[in-house]
């Protein structure tokens, strides 16, 4: 239930108790984010923005595509090698992840949330009450007019050097969008999905 593509049921005042129930159910139960580690459940969290993620893709230079952010790379260590020679229980250990440049939702997926998952108020009024007594909408920065929101509202980051380039990107709303890349300055918030050149060929280095 706490990854990107799901949410909860609708429950509107009109629906049954049964309904009400299954969808108050699923808002407490508990889960543990992938991204952070941290302990939540959908009701006191959904909407708060308590997490990070990177909404694009590492480059070939190990750059995140939509923050220039780069990845810590795996130190290389003398006796790595000849540990390989042994079977040990013991878990390799894993480069540390860079903070996120977005807030989030708690997730329990690799896939980041987009504008898409977010959820109009009106589909939970039922399980409101609940939510807001756990965490007042007033506090939940991804409460925005009418809508839940499960990342937060960014500027949009176009590839500079490739002027002409088509970006394709989602907007706050979700709905999918295009733009060109050219020398003026744009004012356009959104997620960038990929780009094209001119030429029609995918760009795969964004800073």
Not at 137 to 162: I, K
């Amino acid at each position: 239930m706490a990854r990107p593509g799901q949410c909860i049921p609708s429950v509107t005042l009109y629906s049954t108790q049964n309904e009400i129930k299954s969808a108050f159910d699923e808002a407490t139960k508990s889960w543990l984010c992938r991204t952070c580690g941290a302990e939540f459940n959908l009701l006191e969290s959904m909407g708060g923005l308590e997490c990070y993620q990177h909404p694009g893709f590492i480059q070939q230079d190990g750059k995140w595509s939509c923050c220039g952010q780069s990845i810590y790379p795996m130190r290389w260590l003398p006796c790595r090698d000849i540990q390989k020679m042994y079977v040990s229980s013991k878990q390799v250990h894993s480069p540390a992840k860079v903070k996120g440049c977005q807030k989030c939702d708690h997730n329990t997926s690799e896939r980041p949330y987009t504008h898409k998952d977010q959820q109009p108020i009106a589909t939970i009024s039922a399980i409101l009450p609940f939510m807001n007594k756990e965490f007042p909408f007033v506090l939940r920065n991804g409460f925005d007019s009418g809508v839940l929101r499960r990342c937060a509202v960014r500027p949009l980051h176009l590839p500079s050097q490739c002027p002409g380039a088509t970006v394709h990107y989602i907007d706050d709303d979700g709905n999918p969008q295009q733009t060109v890349v050219d020398q003026e300055h744009h004012n356009l918030n959104g997620m960038e999905t990929h780009a094209v050149t001119k030429e029609g060929h995918q760009i795969k280095k964004w800073w």
